[in-house]
Nanobody, 118 residues
């Protein structure tokens, strides 16, 4: 059973923008911290940004000011607006839901490819 469904990836030119979305079940969305991670070829998965059920945001320093994460409570969806992308940010972007206590602790989406190229 798919719990997290991502959308919005694709090909974008350097300096361009994209909007990624992740839809979750209402059970997960109302209880879990949601967020985005990314994994570039040959590199480890890294944090992009997370947002709690109380809208507390945490994001990687290199992405602050360019990446904005938000929650749409009416749609059980989180969105990630990504601006001014550079080719080094080509990666698979994964949606994550995390809870310290509830099992399972983590859900992952299938990933959406973002390619930054001219």
């Amino acid at each position: 059973q798919v719990q997290l469904v991502e959308s919005g990836g694709g090909l974008v030119q350097p300096g361009g923008s994209l909007r990624l979305s992740c839809a979750a079940s209402s059970y997960i969305f109302s209880r879990y911290r949601m967020g985005w991670f990314r994994q570039a070829p040959g590199k480890q998965r890294e944090l992009v940004a997370t947002i709690t059920t109380h809208n507390t945001v945490n994001s990687a320093d290199s992405m602050k000011g360019r990446f904005t994460i938000s929650r749409d409570n009416a749609k059980n969806t989180i969105n990630l607006q990504v601006n001014n992308l550079n080719p080094e940010e080509t990666a698979v972007y994964y949606c994550n839901a995390h809870h310290t206590i509830y099992e399972p602790n983590d859900y992952w989406g299938q990933g959406t490819q973002v390619t930054v190229s001219s």
